[in-house]
């Protein structure tokens, strides 16, 4: 048997592609089998995130649109979010909203400014290995075993041309697919936050 050859526990490192036809899954840590895959993204019967009411979410400051991910009827929009802080005078909370949504399922997930970061790195080493490897049939992940806290968002990747799915979803979300979208948007996205929010 062929040995196979990978990097683990560096994020930043290019995942090296498999000399066998069988099917994979990368992490930013390392090669999981893809069983692991296919049992966290058709975990589709897990009950939605709540969303708040408007009447009891603070104060909004400002906000502004950061992007849009469509396919077909499902959707993923991105605004970053200004409001006060209720538990401290005179102080703000900066965060990104994203509102997801399909035919069956909506949801809605607050990312926190310090996670910000965090994503923009995950959906930038995604977008790194489509660029490397995209004749691939490999998923590409960026959720990590050892990530603590765990972050809101995890985005998965698998390269097959044009017919490329991006994938979408965390803890308590359905899984989403944007087919055709490549994982720079995500980052771009996130990029866009960061910018926006610092110059409030």
Known sequence: MTRQKFRANNCCAHPMPLSTPQKQRWT??????????LAVWTG???SP???????????????????????????????????????????????????LATPAWKGVVNVKEAEIPVLKKHAEWLAKAAKHYPKSTDFFSSRGERDDPAPP????????????????????????????????????????????????
């Open 49 to 99: 995130v709540p969303v708040r009411p408007q009447s009891e979410m603070t104060p909004l400051i400002r906000s502004q649109a950061l992007g849009l991910l469509e396919n077909g009827q499902t959707r993923a929009t991105f605004t970053a979010l200004v409001t006060t802080n209720p538990m401290h005078a005179g102080r703000q909370l900066r965060e990104v909203r994203v509102d």
């Open 153 to 200: 968002l995890y985005f998965e990747y698998r390269g097959l041309g044009k017919d490329a799915i991006l994938y979408l979803g965390g803890a308590g979300l359905h899984s989403l697919q944007f087919a055709g979208v490549p994982p720079s948007e995500i980052a771009a996205i996130f990029a866009r936050a960061m910018k926006v929010l610092k110059l409030h």
């Open 28 to 37: 930013r840590e390392g090669l999981r089998p893809l069983y692991s895959v």
């Open 44 to 46: 589709l019967a897990q």
